[in-house]
């Protein structure tokens, strides 16, 4: 399949259960690699075939990722996941001299008013519920600065205010940079006037804008295609 | 749950406690015998090696059963440069024995009292750092990095004892008579060498301190967490991991030296795979993933060793096996955690202090913990 994203678009990639949307994200991100095909980053004059980099250079070029489950550490506190998640000279040397400037100190401060955790930044990370786990790594990914933006469910098993919450989270992030999201709840989906990726098998079935998408048959046939019942997809899906 | 800062009287306690027990420390020669002196100093070099050994297991979740090569090393640097003090002009005893007849090229510089002592720290560090960039690079870890730390323990013991002409063999190298030409035994080289261990495990201790609270412990401590995510936040675990490991084994390597200026002999059952282990049961009994656990640990249970050797000398290993038994079960934040639970609110400090992850036994979603220890 062939999936192009323009600077600071905001795409959602959705399709049934086991359609490779992670792995998608996975070989974005460098995680996977893929047998046959290239990921292209930042296109014609100083483009980088991402999929022969290792993880770590992948970040450092600027594609974020967040997980389908959180992963934060647990061990460390709020304060110190958004220390070390800053955009920052991440090599032995530099990290063990790094200080905190004011201006760290201010990003953090101000990415901690965003998430809403400013209260809890010295607790644990892994005493947040699911939902503050969430926005931690929402938060961390921000501060790393990354051009891409790969989110993976970040509503998944959310409370409606929480879901509430991420999604006025997620506009503020898509002012400026490229975000692709990978998503179940078509509600969620409808309130971002964007494209619309549908993925199948490992394949790409459609694309196209929300309505376009739901109007296409073989989207409805597949993606909710165990509720045989097209409208399913226009309605509570 | 509160939010628990570090309250300026507690940090005060902290403080007093540090400072009473460095007064002890100082204070020793006044109160202890000569042989009570001399064990003291060797349980302090131990709380050297387990200071590094914390620093990779409890704070960077890698678990080695190989620090005694590490250990090793350093007492046989220092050992050789007493050999040749001892000998005078002539070859090592034990070189004649074996039929050499000159004195082979790398054992020349050991001469200079600082080139032994910056190679009983060097080496190790470079050991790890190879071993260390063949594993963690090809992301070997877990418990197949901690097998193959053992396999480093059986070739290098196999090694030194194979190589008798060089190494001394199974006896290892004894037979020390002065440093910097006065007698290792006379009552004020005892006390130099007491406080020059007291300073380097001081030295050591700040320099972990320091490692700990700097940002760069905070990303092994990440790298505990889930190594995987932090490759995702561009890092290069790998390199930490090397990083952690060289120092760990640079302070192991240090720990030995004072271990031979103390004892008098390093063989190359230092180096075994039983001490290995013991010191990794120093760390787990004093407190993992807490400087000072690490260094209460070796102290304790090496002066306890002693006492239990003095009267039974048969039961130490046992003792041991069901004291660590006891430790993991009931007590895994070991002794310091102990008396943290005991201290109640007084005791609980900054979460973000010095506190594994696990104590709460959270889920690691992407990335398990990788080793069980
Ligand atoms: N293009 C592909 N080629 C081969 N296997 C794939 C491909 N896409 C997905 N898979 C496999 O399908 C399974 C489910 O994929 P996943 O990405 O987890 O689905 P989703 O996140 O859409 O529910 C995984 O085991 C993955 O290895
Ligand atoms: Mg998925």
Same mark, same amino acid.
């Given at each position: 399949?062939?999936?192009?994203?323009?600077?600071?678009?905001?795409?959602?990639?959705?399709?049934?259960?086991?359609?490779?949307?992670?792995?998608?994200?996975?070989?974005?991100?460098?995680?996977?690699?893929?047998?046959?095909?290239?990921?292209?980053?930042?296109?014609?004059?100083?483009?980088?075939?991402?999929?022969?980099?290792?993880?770590?250079?992948?970040?450092?070029?600027?594609?974020?990722?967040?997980?389908?489950?959180?992963?934060?550490?647990?061990?460390?506190?709020?304060?110190?996941?958004?220390?070390?998640?800053?955009?920052?000279?991440?090599?032995?040397?530099?990290?063990?001299?790094?200080? #905190?400037?004011?201006?760290?100190? $201010?990003?953090?401060?101000?990415?901690?008013?965003?998430?809403?955790?400013?209260?809890?930044?010295?607790?644990?990370?892994?005493?947040?519920?699911?939902?503050?786990?969430?926005?931690?790594?929402?938060?961390?990914?921000?501060?790393?600065?990354?051009?891409?933006?790969?989110?993976?469910?970040?509503?998944?098993? *959310? #409370?409606?205010?929480?879901?509430?919450?991420?999604?006025?989270?997620?506009?503020?992030?898509?002012?400026?940079?490229?975000?692709?999201?990978?998503?179940?709840? *078509?509600?969620?989906?409808?309130?971002?006037?964007?494209?619309?990726?549908?993925?199948?098998?490992?394949?790409?079935?459609k694309e196209g804008t929300m309505e376009e998408v739901q109007r296409d048959e073989r989207v409805a046939e597949v993606y909710l295609g165990r509720r045989r019942d097209a409208d399913a997809v226009g309605s509570t899906a | 749950m509160p939010v628990s800062p570090t309250t300026t009287r507690g940090r005060l306690w902290l403080l007093a406690g540090y400072g009473a027990a460095l007064l002890l420390l100082l204070a020793a020669p006044l109160y202890l015998s000569d042989f009570r002196l001399n064990l003291l100093a060797k349980c302090l070099a131990f709380a050297i090696a387990a200071l590094g050994l914390d620093?990779?297991?409890?704070?960077?979740?890698?678990?080695?059963?190989?620090?005694?090569?590490? @250990?090793?090393?350093?007492?046989?640097?220092?050992?050789?440069?007493?050999?040749?003090?001892?000998?005078?002009?002539?070859?090592?005893?034990?070189?004649?024995?074996?039929? /050499?007849?000159?004195?082979?090229?790398?054992?020349?510089?050991?001469?200079? &009292?600082?080139?032994? %002592?910056?190679?009983?720290?060097?080496?190790?560090?470079?050991?790890?750092?190879?071993?260390?960039?063949?594993?963690?690079?090809?992301?070997?870890?877990?418990?197949?990095?901690?097998?193959?730390?053992?396999?480093?323990?059986?070739? /290098?013991?196999?090694?030194?004892?194979?190589?008798?002409?060089?190494?001394?063999?199974?006896?290892?190298?004894?037979?020390?008579?002065?440093?910097?030409?006065?007698?290792?035994?006379?009552?004020?080289?005892?006390?130099?060498?007491? @406080?020059?261990?007291?300073?380097?495990?001081? =030295?050591?201790?700040?320099?972990?301190?320091?490692?700990?609270?700097?940002?760069?412990?905070?990303?092994?401590?990440?790298?505990?967490?889930?190594?995987?995510?932090?490759?995702?936040?561009? &890092?290069?675990?790998?390199?930490?991991?090397?990083?952690?490991?060289?120092?760990?084994?640079?302070?192991?390597?240090?720990?030995?030296?004072? @271990?031979?200026?103390?004892?008098?002999?390093?063989?190359?059952? %230092?180096? =075994?795979?039983?001490?290995?282990?013991? $010191?990794?049961?120093?760390?787990?009994?004093?407190?993992?993933?807490?400087?000072?656990?690490?260094?209460?640990? %070796?102290?304790?249970?090496?002066?306890?060793?002693?006492?239990?050797?003095?009267?039974?000398?048969?039961?130490?290993?046992?003792?041991?096996?069901?004291?660590?038994?006891? %430790?993991?079960?009931?007590?895994?934040?070991?002794?310091?955690?102990?008396?943290?639970?005991?201290?109640?609110?007084?005791?609980?400090?900054?979460?973000?202090?010095?506190?594994?992850?696990?104590?709460?036994?959270?889920?690691?979603?992407?990335?398990?913990?990788?080793?069980?220890?």
């Amino acid at each position: 399949m062939d999936l192009e994203l323009q600077p600071g678009e905001l795409r959602f990639l959705i399709g049934p259960n086991g359609a490779g949307k992670t792995t998608m994200l996975d070989v974005l991100c460098g995680k996977v690699k893929p047998s046959s095909g290239k990921v292209i980053f930042r296109g014609r004059a100083n483009a980088v075939d991402v999929s022969k980099r290792r993880e770590h250079e992948i970040a450092r070029l600027g594609i974020g990722r967040k997980f389908q489950t959180p992963s934060v550490f647990p061990g460390l506190t709020v304060d110190e996941n958004l220390e070390i998640a800053m955009s920052q000279n991440r090599g032995v040397w530099a990290v063990l001299r790094a200080k #905190t400037s004011k201006f760290d100190r $201010m990003r953090i401060e101000a990415n901690l008013e965003l998430i809403g955790l400013a209260d809890k930044k010295r607790l644990r990370a892994g005493l947040l519920s699911h939902g503050e786990k969430q926005w931690l790594e929402i938060g961390m990914l921000l501060l790393q600065e990354p051009e891409v933006l790969l989110l993976d469910e970040p509503v998944a098993g *959310m #409370t409606d205010r929480e879901t509430e919450k991420t999604g006025e989270l997620l506009r503020q992030i898509v002012r400026k940079r490229t975000v692709v999201v990978v998503e179940h709840d *078509m509600e969620f989906v409808r309130r971002f006037a964007s494209r619309v990726t549908v993925m199948h098998e490992g394949k790409l079935l459609k694309e196209g804008t929300m309505e376009e998408v739901q109007r296409d048959e073989r989207v409805a046939e597949v993606y909710l295609g165990r509720r045989r019942d097209a409208d399913a997809v226009g309605s509570t899906a | 749950m509160p939010v628990s800062p570090t309250t300026t009287r507690g940090r005060l306690w902290l403080l007093a406690g540090y400072g009473a027990a460095l007064l002890l420390l100082l204070a020793a020669p006044l109160y202890l015998s000569d042989f009570r002196l001399n064990l003291l100093a060797k349980c302090l070099a131990f709380a050297i090696a387990a200071l590094g050994l914390d620093l990779l297991w409890g704070y960077t979740g890698i678990l080695s059963l190989g620090h005694g090569v590490f @250990f090793g090393l350093g007492g046989y640097a220092m050992a050789m440069h007493l050999k040749l003090e001892a000998s005078g002009g002539k070859l090592p005893d034990f070189m004649g024995w074996t039929g /050499v007849a000159k004195l082979p090229w790398f054992w020349e510089p050991f001469r200079s &009292f600082a080139f032994a %002592a910056a190679m009983g720290i060097v080496l190790p560090a470079l050991l790890a750092l190879f071993l260390g960039f063949f594993t963690f690079r090809n992301r070997i870890r877990g418990v197949y990095f901690t097998i193959l730390t053992q396999a480093l323990v059986i070739i /290098v013991f196999t090694l030194f004892v194979g190589q008798q002409k060089y190494t001394g063999g199974t006896n290892g190298l004894t037979g020390f008579a002065t440093l910097f030409g006065e007698p290792l035994k006379s009552p004020g080289m005892k006390t130099a060498l007491y @406080f020059a261990t007291v300073a380097g495990l001081l =030295a050591a201790f700040l320099l972990c301190r320091y490692l700990v609270k700097s940002r760069l412990g905070k990303v092994l401590r990440a790298i505990r967490d889930g190594e995987n995510r932090v490759r995702f936040l561009g &890092f290069d675990p790998s390199l930490y991991q090397m990083a952690a490991f060289a120092v760990s084994a640079a302070l192991a390597g240090l720990a030995g030296m004072f @271990f031979v200026l103390h004892v008098g002999i390093i063989s190359p059952s %230092a180096m =075994a795979i039983v001490p290995s282990v013991e $010191m990794v049961l120093w760390v787990a009994i004093g407190g993992r993933g807490t400087l000072i656990g690490a260094v209460v640990g %070796a102290v304790v249970l090496n002066e306890a060793k002693s006492g239990l050797s003095e009267s039974f000398p048969d039961m130490w290993t046992f003792f041991l096996g069901g004291l660590f038994i006891v %430790a993991t079960v009931f007590l895994p934040g070991g002794l310091v955690g102990l008396v943290r639970q005991l201290a109640g609110p007084f005791g609980r400090r900054n979460p973000s202090h010095e506190q594994l992850g696990e104590s709460s036994g959270e889920q690691q979603p992407v990335a398990p913990r990788e080793h069980s220890g």
